[in-house]
């Protein structure tokens, strides 16, 4: 008689535990997806990196006017910088579309970079140095666009594969592109400057590049007169 009580019991406690487990493990697993939830929205909120807008697409323009420091004899640069990204680790791609150098042919190319500072109150110059967020040196900064070539007065080109971001800490937006009067020598100067900025010269034209809708890219994408290698690109893409 006893050994049957004992069995019962057991039996008893058993049942109970397992019931115990059945609830506590629904109720451990929502709490950790719960936490992880709630870290992964801390930390997009910290990092601000999450667009709201755009499909989790992060547009942004930069529309370029000529520095107010230049000489009445300078050429007047005018034009539009495009950048598309796709949340959270999609390249950056750009869009330059620039006019108003020399027609002239043999004409130099001109360095493009990002510079730290969206301020241009002093012209192009209070724009600052190249953004240089990882303290490396030129032209490993994430805004050393390198040389662009100018026919017949423009500069058009596409990029697919940027190193700047338009997310998180290291965002590019707020911040400015300059367009020089010279070519980047591509840190290879032989100088402190070299490794700093490239030699490329006076500042000839400047813009803030500021948050956007899709708009401008989506109406260069479908638009003749946009780069041809992003025509080309698009081509490509379409199959
Ligand atoms: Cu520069
Ligand atoms: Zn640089």
Redesign the pocket.
Known sequence: MNNLLYLAVALTVCELLSAGAEVVKPVEEELLTDTNKKVNELWINLLNMKPTDNDGIAYATCSLSPSSKLEPSEVKVTGLVLFKQVFPSGTLEAIFDLEGFPTDANQSARAI?IHTYGDLTNGCDSAG????PMSV?????P??FGNFRVRDGKIQKFFANLDATLFGPFSVIGRSVVVHKQA?DL?KGNNQASL???NAGKRLACCIIGSSSKNNWEKYAQDSAAPRNLRFSRRVKNG
């Open positions: 970079h140095g190249h953004y240089n040196d030129h032209p490993q900064h805004g050393d980047d840190g700093e900025n490239g």
